[in-house]
């Protein structure tokens, strides 16, 4: 059995809930000065308040792909990320590093907990589709006709049941679709190719590698953003620029950062054992994570499906526990560097994440419902940015405390009311 879409006349309504990253690396004060933290700061609450505004007001917005009065997890990650795929500030889209070759290449991904065949897809080595996260959209909503295997019906084009393309058959699709295809200068962003030099020019001199500085923040990790929509249903998405260590200067046409479930997790809602509930209620947990920075790290200790996995199996181990357990500090991904850490950046990252517990009757209604946001992170920084339980808008790079009152920025940790950055 599982819970069903719920009705105006439930006893219990499930609170949307939602959480964004702008990636996760060597930020420290002193290379983030106030100016350009002010940049990070307003544009993650702008995008945030924007998305939950239209997560919990979907008249507002014309992106919703259906006239149900809810807002689907799926359509407000997809304006989350698509956001932030615009903004010159994150490592997506417009703001993508550079691989060494120095072009651009683009991943995402995108998965849900339940509603879609196909769960998740990843797609790699875009260089012309303007939004990637819109074309992952996309294939997951194609991808209902290509899984039903009736020979009565004909296949629609949605990548033919696949859940992972890579570049030119992945912009074929795009074409076809009918979405937005730029040329590849879309993406030049001088700041990046000045990063992208300068990191080549340390490596030929022999002053340690190109993507990461133990002084500077050099831009890394993806971007990305969880959803939990009234109809329970969680939705995950991440998006980055070059492959592989999304770092600059990667190597060109390696895949790590946006594999679905080894970056980007959303594990079907599952039955859990209450041993204090009644014969006709049934608890069930769900999780979606989203993670940053160093993508091959987080490929060898397949980081977010083996935190989901934690979770679940572990007796009374929240989300929260188990992802502080893989990429908190001294975690499974500090641990996975070795006597590397803090050499090459290799282990550095952060995941954030929505846990979801869903208690419901015996024909499906929900009787309770409760929701909680995630993250943590093991290196410099990692900017996020989220609505918390009593609906006000949060942003924050560091811990409080972190870097003893120097991380105590103008708006850092601040509850908001996410009516005040709604353009």
């Known amino acids: 059995m599982e819970y069903k879409p719920q009705s105006s006349s439930s006893s219990q309504k499930i609170t949307p809930r939602i959480i964004i990253h702008g990636g996760a690396g060597n930020i420290l004060p002193v290379n983030l000065p106030p100016a350009k933290y002010k940049l990070y700061h307003d544009s993650l609450l702008k995008i945030l308040s924007n998305t939950h505004h239209f997560l919990t007001s979907p008249s507002s917005f014309p992106l919703a792909s259906s006239s149900n009065s809810i807002t689907s997890a799926l359509d407000a990650v997809t304006f989350a990320v698509t956001q932030l795929e615009d903004n010159p500030l994150f490592n997506s889209g417009h703001g993508a590093v550079f691989t060494r070759d120095g072009i651009n290449e683009l991943e995402v991904s995108i998965m849900v907990s339940k509603g879609k065949k196909k769960r998740g897809v990843g797609l790699m080595g875009l260089q012309h589709v303007k939004n990637p996260i819109k074309l992952a959209r996309e294939m997951l909503i194609r991808g209902e006709r290509?899984?039903?295997?009736?020979?009565?019906?004909?296949?629609?084009?949605?990548?033919?049941?696949?859940?992972?393309?890579?570049?030119?058959?992945?912009?074929?699709?795009?074409?076809?679709?009918?979405?937005?295809?730029?040329?590849?200068?879309?993406?030049?962003?001088?700041?990046?190719?000045?990063?992208?030099?300068?990191?080549?020019?340390?490596?030929?001199?022999?002053?340690?590698?190109?993507?990461?500085?133990?002084?500077?923040?050099?831009?890394?990790?993806?971007?990305?953003?969880?959803?939990?929509?009234?109809?329970?249903?969680?939705?995950?998405?991440?998006?980055?620029?070059?492959?592989?260590?999304?770092?600059?200067?990667?190597?060109?046409?390696?895949?790590?950062?946006?594999?679905?479930?080894?970056?980007?997790?959303s594990p079907v809602p599952s039955q859990a054992i209450d041993e204090k509930a009644s014969r006709e209620l049934k608890t069930f947990r769900s999780a979606a994570m989203s993670g940053t920075g160093n993508g091959d790290s987080f490929l060898r200790v397949a980081a977010v499906r083996t935190a989901s996995a934690i979770a679940r199996y572990r007796p009374h181990t929240s989300l929260q526990s188990a992802v502080t357990e893989i990429t908190g500090p001294g975690g499974e991904l500090v641990k996975s560097a070795g006597d590397r850490w803090k050499k090459t950046g290799e282990g550095e990252g952060g995941i954030i994440g929505i846990e979801s517990k869903v208690v419901v009757d015996e024909v499906g209604r929900t009787k309770e419902a409760v929701a909680d946001v995630v993250y943590d992170y093991n290196c410099g920084g990692m900017f996020r940015a989220w609505v918390n339980g009593e609906g006000k808008a949060v942003m924050r790079v560091w811990r409080e405390g972190q870097y003893d009152g120097l991380e105590i920025y103008e708006g850092e940790g601040k509850e908001y009311e996410v009516a005040e950055w709604v353009d």
């Open 146 to 265: 290509d899984l039903e295997g009736e020979e009565d019906k004909k296949r629609s084009s949605g990548a033919q049941g696949h859940s992972q393309l890579h570049k030119y058959s992945a912009e074929k699709l795009a074409k076809e679709w009918g979405l937005e295809i730029v040329d590849e200068k879309y993406f030049f962003v001088q700041a990046r190719w000045d990063e992208h030099i300068s990191g080549l020019e340390k490596e030929r001199k022999g002053q340690g590698v190109a993507s990461w500085d133990a002084k500077d923040f050099i831009s890394q990790g993806t971007c990305g953003a969880v959803a939990l929509d009234a109809d329970g249903v969680l939705c995950v998405g991440t998006s980055t620029g070059a492959p592989v260590l999304e770092l600059t200067d990667s190597l060109r046409g390696l895949l790590a950062d946006c594999l679905p479930s080894l970056r980007t997790y």
